[in-house]
């Protein structure tokens, strides 16, 4: 089987878009709040109910694999169909800088991770790592859920399938 026949097959498979992202250490202490970074994730999952456990896998290598890889707190913003341009923002790949892909995107500070949680997202989750699965050219990072909220609960989700963002229609 090659490459394309298995994007292909999974390309079938409709997924929800989510932001995760992630607060970067400052570079020396009492430097104040590092760089946040973020990226555009459709391969999400909810793992365990008790304890509450969801699992995100990044690209090895990636900034975000990287980044949590030293950083234990991250967050999730369940994409609304209104945050497609969001989506297209951080799923672009080989950036140096995340500082500017922030302007213009509403979000809080979460007060457990201090990673931007989306305004106008369908959920938020802040997690701290459990674990890290090395799975081939990706990492699969699980996460123990500390805090979920909902600012936009009964929004359309935003989901991706054959390769594009779609909107679900009721």
């Known amino acids: 089987m090659s490459n394309d026949e298995f994007r292909d097959a999974m390309s079938r498979l409709a997924a929800g878009v989510c932001l995760i992202t992630a607060n970067e250490p400052p570079l020396s202490a009492g430097g104040g709040r590092g760089e946040d970074v973020g990226m555009t994730a459709t391969a999400f999952m909810s793992v365990s109910l008790e304890p509450p456990l969801v699992l995100v896998s990044v690209r090895e290598g990636s900034r975000m694999d990287d980044l949590l890889a030293e950083q234990p707190l991250w967050a999730v913003s369940v994409l609304a169909d209104s945050q497609v341009q ?8 080989n950036r140096i800088s995340d500082r500017l892909l922030f302007e213009d995107v509403p979000y809080v500070r979460g007060a457990v991770s201090g ?14 790592t459990q674990s890290r699965v090395e799975a081939g ?21 935003l989901t991706y399938f054959r390769g594009r963002y779609r909107h679900l229609t009721p």
């Open 86 to 93: 969001v989506a297209s923002r951080f799923a672009m790949k």
């Open 115 to 128: 990673a931007p949680l989306l305004t106008g997202a369908l959920a938020t989750l802040e997690c701290r």
């Open 137 to 157: 050219d990706h990492t699969l990072v699980i996460g123990h859920v500390l805090t979920a909220t909902q600012p936009s609960p009964d929004t359309p989700p």
